[in-house]
DNA sequence: CTGAAAGCGCTAACAG
DNA sequence: CTGTTAGCGCTTTCAG
């Protein structure tokens, strides 16, 4: 087909044929559609796009034209002209950590509905490397981020981005200007901790608590713990808990073999992600020391893994999908600017998933029976 | 600062001072940069992609103006200006599984590397959503992709799309025009039979294959097993293979089932991921029967949760990092035509992971003393 | 070494 | 309901 045929109507620059981009092949633009079904560009546009309404038999020419011409519409030009790129950003510290791939997961499945694809930037989870991402040209691209700091906290908050529509994963930085969403916190330790006390479990381990860093995800959750036993009239011993910054199932072993090194009487151990307790089933098995009994082990995130350990994993599934889907929700609200104004604070609902570990106790065996000294 | 002197020196359109899209803040440009530094704006784009040499006092005039006024160069402008995102695209089946967790995560770190940006495209892997996601404008975001098919074949080689460059995971479509890169296959699965007859397996059955897929993962690593059972003289008892299309735990437990429901002795299990290992570990620890005596058991992928399996369990390390980073240059390449012309074959190196699930039989217990016999 | 100007492909006023 | 046209912000000849 001549290149006039194609061309018709179009004024055109005087006489510059080069290629749409170096060592590309010259692309099929708008221009030629609307030429070859013999309408204007805004009329493709705009069938292309669903706007507006068209007789049918315009809206069957031009689509005939686009299949015949193999048009593809350009993303660059859509998003520079229309100031959207349809690409939320995804910072996650860790993708191999089961409950962050669950989230991308399920971020991305949800995004796919509304046609929105799904840019995955790694932060190692450090400082260094989550302020790098927040100043980085790389988000440029996107339209907002969903963002799951580590790392950085409260005060903070002055790093985001002002002008990249932000939601926060977790409950580290709340209270600013982003929206933020979280899952499981101390209500879902309370339960978990009640419900190993209605197993008849009295001195509870906990694995995975940070030291220095308040309003964590570690920190609400330890402070459920407190709270349920404190119900129950229990006070919460410190040597049985080991902090760990660190939720990978090496550093579960290696916390369980603390405990067990203390010399501690316990009953149960409850695990601030299905990693640390896989890793604390581990060694437990390995010194000789049965779960359930007499140890309770529960974790949270339910893992897919988590069913498949032995024995079973009692853990908490803290709703990836409902978390996926509100900050998706609420990052395409203020990009919208549907909503404006000061950040919400968004929580998922989460469920207590009843396996083989936390099975109650058989015998009448009460653990005060056991020696145990806090070992300061 | 006044508009007037932000704007000095340029031209203009006679008064439209609309925002730059709808609902945004008028975006700081190279031209207001350009005008506060006093140059040009070709001056200010070189100087910000580092091109051609430049006086360090104007260098640092651009860039202080860069700074002051907050400009941020816009992705959308400069990938529809040069032809390129700066993005690829990666579909696979199922971030869920270690597997692709970690491949995604290897390929987003050596992405990273490169300054390039990784869309997660997922693909259930089904055959209609593999196809839809082929002939889908959401590519058009990207630079090219690399694509792991799961359910499309050889046969589908023409559904790759002709304009996106393409690099293939996996061992199902070669010898297309796309580049592929394929980790362990039959060499692999040859070496870890021969390893379990070192340890003095002889009835060695296997998880995973799938019946009628020739040229796939499965088929090849089946090829492998009967080759080395040949080198020993031993032929693979049909009896012992049990076939299995999805490999989650799942199936592995159900497979274990069903490789024990079939009566048939058997001293070794090899399945073909580390999924179906664990779902095996599962089902015989369930059934009574020990690891790695008397049923040795070996995946593939060395997932991490392999290590922490009870026993640990010995695996193949596929080289996820080597994969996604010899999948990232062959993508690199065909899109700056450095290398044009068929698809290669790029081929990852692998690795045994020896672990207690398959240490050798301590006593001098010949495996073919316990009774069996081929089922049908 | 630097500046002016053209235009990538598309969308959105604004007319008809 | 359809056509014309002016740029979005950037890169890139082509002159100076």
Same mark, same amino acid.
């Given at each position: 087909?001549?290149?006039?045929?194609?061309?018709?109507?179009?004024?055109?620059?005087?006489?510059?044929?080069?290629?749409?981009?170096?060592?590309?092949?010259?692309?099929?633009?708008?221009?030629?559609?609307?030429?070859?079904?013999?309408?204007?560009?805004?009329?493709?546009?705009?069938?292309?796009?669903?706007?507006?309404?068209?007789?049918?038999?315009?809206?069957?020419?031009?689509?005939?034209?686009?299949?015949?011409?193999?048009?593809?519409?350009?993303?660059?030009?859509?998003?520079?002209? =229309?100031?959207?790129?349809?690409?939320?950003?995804?910072?996650?510290?860790?993708?191999?950590?089961?409950?962050?791939?669950?989230?991308?997961?399920?971020?991305?499945?949800?995004?796919?509905? =509304?046609?929105?694809?799904?840019?995955?930037?790694?932060?190692?989870?450090?400082?260094?490397?989550?302020?790098?991402?927040?100043?980085?040209?790389?988000?440029r691209?996107?339209?907002?981020?969903?963002?799951?700091?580590?790392?950085?906290?409260?005060?903070?908050?002055?790093?985001?981005?002002?002008?990249?529509?932000?939601?926060?994963?977790?409950?580290?930085?709340?209270?600013?200007?982003?929206?933020?969403?979280?899952?499981?916190?101390?209500?879902?330790?309370?339960?978990?901790?009640?419900?190993?006390?209605?197993?008849g479990?009295?001195?509870?381990?906990?694995?995975?608590?940070?030291?220095?860093?308040?309003?964590?995800?570690?920190?609400?959750?330890l402070?459920?713990?407190?709270?349920?036993?404190?119900?129950?009239?229990?006070?919460?011993?410190?040597?049985?808990?080991?902090?760990?910054?660190? +939720?990978?199932?090496?550093?579960?072993?290696?916390?369980?073999?603390?405990?067990?090194?203390?010399?501690?009487?316990?009953d149960a151990?409850?695990?601030?992600?299905?990693?640390?307790?896989?890793?604390?089933?581990?060694?437990?098995?390995?010194?000789?020391?049965?779960?359930?009994?007499?140890?309770?082990?529960?974790?949270?995130?339910?893992?897919?893994?988590?069913?498949?350990?032995?024995?079973?994993?009692?853990?908490?599934?803290?709703?990836?999908?409902?978390?996926?889907?509100?900050?998706?929700?609420?990052?395409?609200?203020?990009?919208?600017?549907?909503?404006?104004g000061p950040?919400?604070?968004?929580?998922?609902? +989460?469920?207590?998933?009843?396996?083989? =570990?936390?099975?109650?106790?058989?015998?009448?065996?009460?653990?005060?029976?056991?020696?145990?000294?806090?070992?300061?």
């Amino acid at each position: 087909m001549p290149d006039d045929e194609m061309r018709a109507g179009v004024p055109g620059p005087p006489s510059a044929p080069e290629a749409s981009a170096p060592g590309r092949v010259p692309a099929v633009t708008m221009r030629h559609v609307a030429a070859h079904a013999g309408v204007s560009v805004k009329t493709v546009s705009d069938i292309l796009r669903e706007t507006g309404s068209f007789r049918a038999s315009t809206r069957e020419r031009v689509l005939a034209a686009v299949s015949e011409l193999g048009y593809r519409p350009n993303a660059a030009a859509r998003s520079l002209r =229309s100031g959207r790129s349809g690409a939320y950003t995804l910072a996650v510290p860790e993708l191999r950590l089961p409950y962050f791939a669950q989230l991308a997961a399920a971020t991305v499945e949800a995004a796919r509905e =509304s046609g929105i694809e799904i840019v995955i930037e790694p932060t190692d989870g450090t400082r260094e490397s989550e302020l790098e991402l927040l100043g980085s040209e790389r988000l440029r691209l996107t339209d907002g981020m969903i963002f799951a700091p580590l790392a950085l906290s409260e005060a903070d908050a002055s790093a985001l981005p002002a002008d990249i529509p932000t939601v926060l994963l977790g409950d580290r930085i709340v209270g600013g200007p982003a929206d933020s969403v979280c899952g499981a916190g101390d209500d879902a330790t309370a339960a978990v901790t009640r419900h190993l006390l209605a197993t008849g479990r009295r001195r509870i381990a906990v694995i995975g608590s940070h030291p220095g860093s308040a309003g964590t995800a570690a920190s609400s959750r330890l402070l459920g713990v407190r709270h349920a036993l404190a119900d129950a009239g229990i006070v919460l011993d410190p040597a049985l808990i080991v902090d760990r910054a660190i +939720w990978h199932r090496r550093d579960g072993a290696a916390a369980a073999q603390e405990l067990l090194r203390r010399g501690v009487a316990f009953d149960a151990v409850i695990a601030f992600n299905d990693m640390l307790a896989v890793g604390a089933l581990r060694s437990l098995s390995r010194a000789g020391v049965g779960v359930p009994d007499p140890v309770a082990v529960v974790g949270f995130d339910n893992s897919p893994e988590a069913a498949f350990t032995e024995p079973p994993l009692t853990t908490v599934d803290i709703g990836v999908q409902a978390i996926a889907r509100l900050a998706l929700g609420a990052l395409t609200d203020r990009i919208d600017r549907t909503v404006t104004g000061p950040g919400r604070a968004l929580r998922a609902d +989460w469920r207590l998933v009843e396996r083989g =570990s936390t099975r109650p106790l058989s015998g009448a065996s009460a653990p005060d029976q056991r020696a145990g000294s806090p070992a300061t």
